[in-house]
């Protein structure tokens, strides 16, 4: 449904809340950058399915990341790095297929920018047109600012990524806080500086001190979203496993555990075995006469 003059058109959809069935403005681009002029903070969670995107677009969330953390939360590897773009493709239609109002941005895997412009463009091209991604995000600062420049110059928004950038992260040392030394500080501001010149909706702020992060988010026009960076920043992302207790190989210090979900499923799944063992389940009104 389309809602305003010629010059002013919001696109309206249903959600369903807990109290029924809501109208609600599509996030946009527009929406994004309006809620950062207005300090309004933007919200952002990671969703790799179908059922995820469903519960993350429900809650009212802003902004959903099918980020390519999907290959240690969900495929169980090691690292960011063996994520593919048939991966990326294949998670990303999955999530479009729940989200009615979220704005959705695909991670572009590693190496799937890297060598040339023209095929950034391509795989790009691919995660909007076959996966229906709203936009994607590239990890890098003036590297590869002219490789998102040509993507966002082919009409596809992007979202940068400064700070800690897993999949470089063995370049930077570690999963580390990036920013630290006046000299790393001063070349996080000329990758943002150079990422908002070259086109970006806005810029993923992770692992980087507060201060540094506050003086990015007062610097760019665009909206910054941090993880590990402060509440300075104009909004915030978390990794859906992380914040309810799902993923507990390791838990970064920024992440907040809103629930531990794993205890209670598994605490579930034992009494479902406990009953089936004692007969108790299937009960009456769960058999057919």
């Given at each position: 449904?389309?809602?305003?003059?010629?010059?002013?058109?919001?696109?309206?959809?249903?959600?369903?809340?807990?109290?029924?069935?809501?109208?609600?403005?599509?996030?946009?681009?527009?929406?994004?950058?309006?809620?950062?002029?207005?300090?309004?903070?933007?919200?952002?969670?990671?969703?790799?399915?179908?059922?995820?995107?469903?519960?993350?677009?429900?809650?009212?969330?802003?902004?959903?990341?099918?980020?390519?953390?999907?290959?240690?939360?969900?495929?169980?590897?090691?690292?960011?790095?063996?994520?593919?773009?048939?991966?990326?493709?294949?998670?990303?239609?999955?999530?479009?297929?729940?989200?009615?109002?979220?704005?959705?941005?695909?991670?572009?895997p590693f190496m799937s920018y890297n060598i040339t412009r023209e095929e950034a463009i391509r795989n790009a091209g691919r995660l909007?047109?076959?996966?229906?991604?709203?936009?994607?995000?590239?990890?890098?600062?003036?590297?590869?600012?002219?490789?998102?420049?040509?993507?966002?110059?082919?009409?596809?928004?992007?979202?940068?990524?400064?700070?800690?950038?897993?999949?470089?992260?063995?370049?930077?040392?570690?999963?580390?806080?990036?920013?630290?030394?006046?000299?790393?500080?001063?070349?996080?501001?000329?990758?943002?500086?150079?990422?908002?010149?070259?086109?970006?909706?806005?810029?993923?702020?992770?692992?980087?001190?507060?201060?540094?992060?506050?003086?990015?988010?007062?610097?760019?026009?665009?909206?910054?979203?941090?993880?590990?960076?402060?509440?300075?920043?104009?909004?915030?992302?978390?990794?859906?496993?992380?914040?309810?207790?799902?993923?507990?190989?390791?838990?970064?210090?920024?992440?907040?555990?809103?629930?531990?979900?794993?205890?209670?499923?598994?605490?579930?799944?034992?009494?479902?075995?406990?009953?089936?063992?004692?007969?108790?389940?299937?009960?009456?009104?769960?058999?057919?006469?």
């Amino acid at each position: 449904m389309l809602i305003g003059g010629k010059n002013n058109i919001m696109k309206i959809t249903k959600i369903r809340s807990r109290e029924g069935w809501i109208m609600a403005e599509k996030v946009s681009i527009v929406t994004l950058q309006e809620m950062k002029a207005n300090g309004e903070k933007i919200t952002m969670l990671t969703a790799y399915d179908y059922p995820t995107a469903l519960l993350v677009d429900r809650a009212g969330i802003d902004m959903i990341l099918v980020g390519d953390s999907l290959g240690m939360t969900v495929l169980g590897l090691d690292s960011t790095v063996p994520v593919t773009m048939e991966d990326m493709l294949h998670h990303t239609k999955a999530v479009m297929r729940g989200v009615q109002r979220c704005f959705v941005v695909a991670d572009m895997p590693f190496m799937s920018y890297n060598i040339t412009r023209e095929e950034a463009i391509r795989n790009a091209g691919r995660l909007v047109k076959e996966a229906g991604a709203h936009a994607v995000k590239l990890e890098g600062g003036t590297e590869i600012a002219p490789t998102v420049k040509a993507i966002v110059d082919a009409g596809i928004p992007v979202l940068g990524h400064l700070g800690l950038t897993p999949q470089t992260a063995t370049k930077l040392g570690g999963y580390k806080v990036q920013g630290r030394t006046p000299e790393a500080a001063q070349k996080i501001l000329e990758d943002a500086r150079a990422l908002q010149q070259a086109g970006v909706m806005g810029v993923v702020l992770e692992c980087v001190p507060e201060a540094l992060a506050n003086e990015i988010t007062g610097m760019l026009e665009v909206p910054t979203i941090g993880i590990g960076a402060g509440a300075g920043c104009d909004g915030q992302v978390l990794v859906f496993h992380d914040m309810l207790g799902l993923f507990d190989r390791f838990q970064p210090r920024f992440v907040k555990r809103y629930r531990n979900l794993a205890a209670e499923i598994v605490a579930a799944l034992q009494e479902y075995k406990d009953e089936v063992r004692r007969g108790v389940f299937p009960a009456e009104e769960h058999t057919f006469r």
